[in-house]
């Protein structure tokens, strides 16, 4: 008897060797797309969004590449997962996860072939990576005590992010800018005190770091241009017609001289507001709502900064720097916190004029001024700087430092294989896939600079035999060198963040025997 | 399809529109039913046990779940057969019942419908066959209640506990972290728990999870989180011995509810109702700075200018907070919640320790934590993980062994697991079975055959072979009288499930075998299917 579907019309099911096959074939399939962005002469690529206009972006960055994807694949979408998570928590780091996730199952999907049990390949997975983060752990450098050593670390982790990316030209620049701004924020991870704001025009070498607060706003007409020891207040209240707020409050009249009354009491009452914000004796007024031609005249005729319509970022941001607080109501000027800065100026930047609040209280926040030469350029460099900022936040909580240029993971490699050989039974053969995986790392490294990768490989297996070695790639002379001489750094935190993720990955997607897809939702077709 | 005919030989109309419908009647009604139900079955068979496996259900929005859950499996399949439907609400009553053992139940109802067809190929009638299946249901229930042990805590020894949710969580993915996690639901049932009473509301229990970090981070918190942050950036961000105004009245101008007009037509009383509305603001804030609040959480939104006083008045606040999540607070600190200014009283304010914003990774993520609360009993249970999927998967795993310690709570007989108690049950069903004389003789026979197939899947899934190993343990529990061998799926060397301490709770196995016998009665009774034909 035909046995009866259970599963509604649309709906499929795939079981076990299918299942698997699937999934594997789609786990590997996004790795070998994000693979050749890999590495500091990894390639970019180009993604263009089905939307209207079809936008253009040129990336580099695993995180961004996957966003924008459509997959259909569970097994690649877990995948992609596992890096917007990493994007969210570390930063950077997107690519490598992905890869070395893909890398752990094409060597599971070997294993399976040569009938070893998904379970036994998950145990011994979890084993190699526990290995291996302690053989990590056994290696790495803490450089907390001392703050020069550790600022030259941080300038190491923010060249070695950097180099894969577009800015890797100006990497030095960048480099210290990034560390600039983010020992600014004196270990908090708060990214947002980090202020990038993009004029395109000049070359990416013009880009600055500025001390300050840079607004993106112009200074209102017949406003001093220039304020030195400015007392700001920052401020979120109406300055369009202060309206009564009370709910179902009209106003009726009966002849046009009560209108001309009620428009004075109005305009009254706005003069009475700018009196008291004046009374709070500032020389500047920044409020995050539009400010009408009334009160503006008005605080140009006492000679204060009215700046208006500072969205909500930058209020925060102005408070934050200035020490400031923001204010909405202004009956108490004795007990209102005031920002202060040295000097207050309109600037130039390429065509656009901003204002910028130098010499300010709170050195926390600051802002990093890109120039490049287009759009697309801009904002792969946000996104480079961004990846940096990211790691560089984390390494200051956690300063624990492992070297870079696929050292880590050969240290890795070199402890699992250790332990495959003391290991009985059948794990000792996923252990063994588990250092194999690790090994790819470097290899995808070495195949995108376009260098012998077995070679290299080979020789720096070699040299990984020696106790303490500090071999690496180094990509740019094409041979093995040493990594701590180089300066090629990374955190240990996103390494560790990489081990981990991709080890869960792999083990969700290894323990799957079934998939079953329910019916595509029916959508009204408009067309 | 049959017609009728009445006595001038005139067909007669017995179903509404009759030649669309399609109609299944008797022995091949019950097979097509059989066959659908142990398809189902057939499905969950492999997530069975510590080496089960996960499957990858997509909904129809394209969101991928992975899980091995078995009624979060069904319930996502989208199933569309009305027997199948039968067994997805098999499953899901033994969540709602006892929260573990979904597989389980749903293997079992497929193991009685296989036997059941056989007997129905040798021309035994479905009644019989359920009314033998009933019988020895109640010699199985009886048998387990036989062989189950007391179980011995206290809340100052909860290792007993903490090893039975071990054993729910390691079938689960989690199973890398497990005895972090069932420590934590342990503690965190305990701490909830009313042992005179001997009960337990799982709803102090919240869990929550965020994406980020590792599973190993997962914590719980004595007290509560809100996915919220404070309403104004600079206010302070940890408040020791906070006294918290929970309000669901907006800090906003009144809005009264019956249509009313204010008319503005003289200067003066523009001037009134602007400084009235000024003093409104003023009033409410200081209401709550009078009560001596030190926190305020708020339903609704805030006004620019009274989130400013807010702050002004060094009183922190939180807007926008769900309606549970006010609920719980105000439970977990013992406020009330108050719905207008004029009632806030000191009296029902709630304290809390400490409340803290926590900032997670690069995002601007904030959750804000309430810990130490007067009314301690309402815990929180954060989960991290490394991605949604993960999360959403551990969530599940922590129900199902929070209903586990529960239910142990509630009734601290155990039976031991790895398959012991069926291996047990079936050789006592076998041994009644002779001394009924009726047909049922064979049906009983059959349920214990049926019993066999729980632990024969969980060798099964171990990799273990499944005909050799459970005869040997069959055996072995024969010879030696002890009903606890089980199955070794850890490969630890020994099959005495009390030496592995892998426990089940005694309720949790007793519903497995009454609600499988239920259902599969229940389709065995069925004997003409009518449905709308596809055309």
Redesign the interface.
């Known amino acids: ?1 035909a ?7 649309d ?1 499929s ?1 795939e079981k076990g060797e299918r ?1 698997r096959t699937a ?1 594997f074939v789609g786990a590997i399939a996004i790795t070998d797309l994000v693979k050749t962005t890999l590495g500091p002469k990894g390639m970019d690529k180009i993604l263009q969004s089905t939307g209207r206009g079809q936008e253009v972006t040129v990336t580099n960055d695993g995180a961004t590449i996957l966003k924008s994807l459509h997959i ?1 694949n ?2 690649a ?2 995948l992609i ?2 890096s ?2 990493q ?5 950077d780091g997107t690519t490598s996860v992905v890869v070395l996730a893909g890398e752990l199952l094409r060597e599971a999907e070997k294993l399976v072939a040569a009938k070893i ?4 390949i998950i145990s011994g997975y ?1 084993i190699a990576a526990e290995c291996a983060r302690n053989a990590l752990l056994q290696r790495v450098v803490d450089n907390k005590e001392n703050a020069e050593k550790f600022k030259s670390d941080l300038m190491k982790i923010a060249k070695t992010t950097l180099s894969s990316k577009i800015l890797s030209q100006d990497k030095e620049h960048f480099a210290q800018l990034a560390v600039d701004a983010v020992m600014r924020l004196k270990g908090s ?4 005190a980090i202020q990038i704001i993009k004029k395109p025009g000049g070359s990416l070498k013009d880009s600055f770091l500025d001390e300050g607060f840079i607004l993106d706003k112009k200074i209102g007409l017949g406003q001093p241009k220039r304020i030195e020891n400015a007392k700001i207040l920052v401020a ?3 300055m369009d017609t202060d309206k ?11 002849s046009m001289s ?1 209108v001309a ?2 428009e ?3 305009k009254e ?1 706005m003069r009475e507001k700018v009196q008291k914000i004046i009374a709070h004796g500032i020389n500047c007024f920044v409020n995050r709502q539009l400010i009408y031609n009334f009160p503006e005249e008005l605080f140009a005729d006492a000679g204060v900064l009215a700046i208006e319509h500072a969205d909500f970022d930058g209020i ?1 941001r102005l ?2 720097v200035t020490g400031g ?5 202004f ?2 000027p004795e ?2 916190k005031l920002g202060h800065c040295k000097l207050i100026e309109e600037i130039m930047i390429g065509e656009d004029k901003l204002i910028h609040f130098s010499g300010v209280e709170m050195g926390q926040a600051c802002t990093i001024v890109l120039r490049g030469a287009s759009h697309h350029m801009l904002d792969e460099a946000e996104r480079s700087l961004h990846d940096a900022l ?1 790691v560089l ?2 390494t200051v909580n956690d300063t624990r430092v492992v070297l870079g240029g696929g050292w880590p993971e050969m240290v890795m490699a070199k402890a699992v294989d250790e332990l495959a050989r003391q290991t009985p039974g059948k794990k000792s053969h996923a252990i063994e896939a588990f250092s194999r995986s690790l090994v790819a790392i470097p290899t995808i490294i070495a195949d995108n600079a376009g260098l012998d990768s077995a070679d290299l490989v080979a020789q720096l297996r070699a040299e990984h035999h020696k106790e303490g070695c500090n071999a690496g790639i180094d990509v740019i002379s094409g041979s093995v060198g040493d990594m701590a001489e180089l300066g090629i750094s990374e955190s240990f935190k996103v390494k560790q963040a990489v081990l ?2 991709a080890t ?2 792999a ?2 997607i290894l ?11 029916k959508r009204e077709d408009r067309m | 399809m049959a017609l009728a005919f009445d006595e001038y030989g005139r067909p007669f109309i017995i179903l509404k529109e009759q030649d669309q419908k399609t109609r299944l009647r008797g022995i091949e009604a019950q ?2 039913n059989i ?2 139900g142990k ?2 079955a057939r ?1 969950l068979r ?1 997530s069975l046990g510590p ?1 089960g ?10 969101d ?1 779940t ?1 899980t ?1 859950d078995g009624a979060t ?1 069904l319930e ?6 009305q ?2 439907k039968l067994m997805v609400e098999l499953s899901r009553s033994q969540d709602y019942e006892i929260g573990d053992g979904t597989t389980g139940v749903v293997v079992m109802a497929g193991a009685l419908l296989e036997q059941a067809e056989r007997l129905l190929e040798r021309g035994i009638h479905p009644i019989r066959v359920a009314e033998g299946y009933e019988m020895a249901s109640r010699i199985a229930v009886e048998h387990l209640e036989h062989i189950s042990k007391k179980f011995d805590f206290e809340a100052t020894n909860i290792e007993p506990l903490v090893q039975t949710c071990m054993t729910t969580l390691s079938s689960k ?1 989690v199973n ?1 972290c497990k005895r972090h996690l069932a420590e934590i639901s342990v503690k965190a049932v305990l701490s909830v728990a009313d042992l005179d009473r001997k009960d337990v509301n799982l709803d102090m229990i919240k869990v929550e999870g965020k ?5 190993e981070d997962t914590e719980l918190i004595y007290g509560i989180t809100v996915d919220k942050d404070m309403s ?3 206010m302070p961000k940890q408040i020791e011995d906070a006294k918290i105004a929970i309000l669901t009245c907006p800090f ?5 509810k019956t ?9 003066e009383k ?2 009134t ?2 400084l ?3 003093k ?2 003023d009033d409410m804030v200081q209401k709550c700075k009078d009560v001596g609040a030190t926190l305020v959480i708020c339903q609704w939104g805030f ?3 009274a ?3 807010l ?2 008045r060094n009183l922190p606040a939180v807007r926008w907070v769900g309606g549970v999540e006010l609920e719980l607070i105000a439970i977990a600190t013992g406020g009330r919640i108050v719905p207008r200014f004029q009632e806030l009283t000191p009296e029902k304010l709630g304290r809390a320790g400490l409340v803290r914003e926590k ?6 993520d904030k959750m804000l934590y309430i810990e130490h609360c007067a009314n301690s009993r309402a815990v929180t249970i954060f989960i991290r ?6 999360i959403e998967e551990t969530k599940r795993s922590i129900h199902d062994a929070l209903c586990v310690a529960r239910n142990l709570i509630r009734n601290n007989s155990i039976v031991y697991g790895g398959g012991s108690a069926e291996i047990s049950c079936s050789i006592a069903v076998e041994a009644a079975a002779d001394k009924y004389p009726g047909v049922e003789q064979y049906a009983i026979r059959a349920f214990a055959d049926a019993l066999d197939s729980v632990p024969m899947a969980l060798a099964e899934n171990s ?1 273990l072979q499944p005909i050799e190993t459970l005869s040997a343990v069959k055996s072995q529990q024969i010879k030696e009288n002890n009903p606890h061998y089980g199955i070794d799926c850890n490969d630890v060397g020994t099959n005495n499930m009390r030496q592995q301490d892998v426990f089940e709770t005694l309720i949790g196995k007793q519903q497995q075998i009454l609600l499988a016998t239920q259902v599969v009665k229940m389709i065995l009774k069925i004997d003409d299917v009518i449905s709308p034909s596809d055309y």
């Open positions: 008897m046995i009866e579907r259970i599963l509604k019309d709906a099911e299942a999934s259909d569970p097994a979408k877990v997962d596992i917007k998570v994007d969210d928590e570390v930063g049990h998904p379970m036994t979890r991870t708060n990214l947002e979120n209240t109406a009564v707020k009370i709910y179902g409050a009209r106003v009726r009249v009966d009560k009354e009620i004075g009491a109005e009452k925060e408070a934050l607080e923001i204010a909405s109501t009956d108490n007990s209102v990211c936040s984390q981990l993720s869960e990955a083990e969700m323990r799957v025997d079934e998939i079953i897809t329910c019916a595509p939702r | 097979k097509a066959s659908a398809a189902v499905i492999t080496k496996m996960d499957k990858i259900l997509q909904s129809p929005d394209g991928v992975i091995n499996i996502q399949m989208d199933v569309d057969n027997i199948a993915i890398r994406v980020g970090g590792k599973l104004h950036p600079q906003e101008p009144p809005k009264p249509k009313h007009k204010v008319d503005i037509d003289t200067v523009f001037q109702l602007r009235q509305e000024q409104y603001f006004d620019d200018e989130n400013h006083l702050m002004h900032s997670f990774g690069t995002t601007k993980g490394g991605n949604k999927m993960m990799g």
